[in-house]
């Protein structure tokens, strides 16, 4: 019989405390979780979930505009912002009722409350003051908005945490920064009719992903209406007549109904009780873990954005699978952190695995550029002038496609199955050899023969 209260206790209830909490709880361990706020986490609760529902509804208007191309007349539309937060906020409850039900299915305690560190073993209950003891303990609690204390007025500014339930659609909004975060809601409030600014301190916005899709939103965005301001920052913020006042190093003073900052995200470990437990985070605060998300205390597991590797919701889901298996079956596996795919839903939506053409640049001694960008056949009737890009980076000396990035219509769901297949280790023959699906955007993925250019020692040639 263990002398602790539970086999295992997850202190966060977002996508990796939650995967690990359920599968651990359906392998018959005793578990416990605690979430101090609603289960399902950024993820699910403020996070890809009601942003990718918000994208859907950003994107209707273009819809309608496209539809004459096609024969149709719309009648005229409208947009009902508290309608469409109130459907988001009745689907996110659906899914944190099954975030529940699928822990409560595996037994796992549930606990609605939060919960802090008292000692390597030890864990208190915020809502009752009740400790109780497990034998391991994993946190997984997260990250939240860097609040970008030192902005003078930051507090008047809101987060993206205060994006999903606006009392009102803004007149005009102020995004600072050139991230996900800030270029998805750009997208979002542009397309919902707001006057959308975004200042961002680089020379490009999305600085880790490849250049030409950079540019190429960049320039789609401003097509659209959305201004973006880079190499500048805001230095200070302050109420003014009906709005806010900002003041930026190079644009001189914007005004703006509400400015939103998207500077990154922090690990969520102030008071959580580490020091007492004697877990060593970084200088960020973020907990330290080895390859096999141990921290420095041996029973204590971290999990996903708290430990500030990869901030994505698969990539903790990942981690939480390969503490099952490292803790649980006896088959000590590492988190695998190759080629992720990734998508910033933006409008037009950026899909892309691998390395973009500059860090395959440094990596390898001459690359094969394909690069093909073309209207897509829906916007030949619709009128639209957008374009897509489509871009394969391949090693020549072993023929593998070491990269493969694209911006478009569906660009995410491309992204996926290309992430098998550079998984898979596929080469540019093999892209060849597979027959075009006609017709669609994804056939020029695989109809690219030539090389467009080569790179050798990071040089175009
Ligand atoms: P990102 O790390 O993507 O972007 C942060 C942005 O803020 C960068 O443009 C950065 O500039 C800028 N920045 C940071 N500090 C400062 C500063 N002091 N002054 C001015 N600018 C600054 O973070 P996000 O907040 O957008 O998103 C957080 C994480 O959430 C992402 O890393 C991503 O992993 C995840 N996410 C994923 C999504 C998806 O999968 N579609 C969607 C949303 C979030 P610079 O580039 O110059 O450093």
């Known amino acids: 019989m263990s002398s602790y209260d539970y086999d295992l206790f997850v202190i966060g209830g977002g996508s990796g405390g939650v995967r690990g909490a359920r599968v ?151 995004i600072a920064g050139g991230g996900y975060i800030a270029v998805e809601f750009a997208n979002i409030f542009h397309g919902l009719g707001v006057e959308t600014t975004l200042i961002y301190r680089g020379a490009e916005i999305l600085s880790r992903f490849d250049a030409d899709l950079r540019r190429g939103l960049h320039e789609a965005m401003v097509a659209k209406g959305i201004r973006i301001l880079c190499h500048d920052t805001l230095q200070k913020v302050s109420k003014a007549e009906g709005g806010l006042i900002l003041e930026t190093l190079n644009s001189g003073t914007l005004q703006a109904s509400v400015v939103m900052l998207a500077l990154g995200r922090d690990p969520n470990t102030e008071g959580l009780g580490l020091e007492a437990a004697g877990v060593a985070v970084d200088e960020r605060g973020a907990v330290i873990v080895d390859d096999y998300s141990r921290t420095n205390v041996e029973n204590i597991y971290a999990l996903g954005d708290v430990t500030d590797r990869v901030q994505l919701t698969p990539v903790a889901i990942h981690e939480a699978m390969c503490f099952i298996e490292t803790e649980y079956k006896n088959n000590p596996t590492r988190p695998d952190y190759e080629l992720i795919p990734t998508a910033v839903f933006s ?90 699906l006609h017709p669609t955007a994804a056939e020029e993925l695989v109809t690219m023969y030539a090389p467009s250019y080569r790179i050798q020692d990071g040089k175009r040639i």
Request: with cysteine.
């Open 24 to 174: 651990a709880a359906s392998l018959g361990k005793k578990v416990a979780i605690a979430e101090e706020y609603r289960y399902g986490g950024t993820c699910v609760i403020r996070g890809c979930v009601p942003k990718k529902l918000f994208v859907y509804a950003s994107q209707f208007h273009e819809h309608f505009e496209d539809a004459a191309g096609f024969g149709w007349t719309v009648g005229e539309s409208s947009f009902d912002w508290k309608k469409l937060v109130a459907a988001k906020d009745a689907e996110i409850a659906r899914l944190e009722g099954l975030y529940k039900k699928g822990l409560a299915g595996a037994n796992a305690e549930i606990l609605e409350t939060r919960a802090e560190l008292v000692d390597a073993h030890t864990v208190r209950l915020m809502k009752t003051g009740q400790t109780v003891t497990a034998k391991t303990i994993v946190i997984a609690t997260g990250g939240r908005p860097n609040p970008h204390a030192a902005l003078p007025g930051h507090e008047l500014c809101i987060s993206s945490n205060e994006a999903f339930h606006l009392e009102e659609l803004p007149k005009s909004i102020v």
């Open 347 to 436: 409008q037009p939506e950026i899909g892309t695995v691998g390395l973009s053409e500059e860090e395959a640049g440094k990596r390898y001694g001459e690359l094969e550029v394909y690069r093909a960008q073309f209207r897509p056949l829906k916007a030949t009737l619709s009128g639209r002038g957008e374009r897509m890009i489509m871009k394969l980076i391949v090693d020549a000396a072993s023929r593998k496609v070491v990269g493969a990035h694209i911006l478009g219509h569906d660009a995410g769901e491309m992204a996926q199955l290309l992430g098998i297949t550079l998984k898979a280790g596929c080469t540019k023959d093999d892209f060849d050899r597979t027959m075009a």
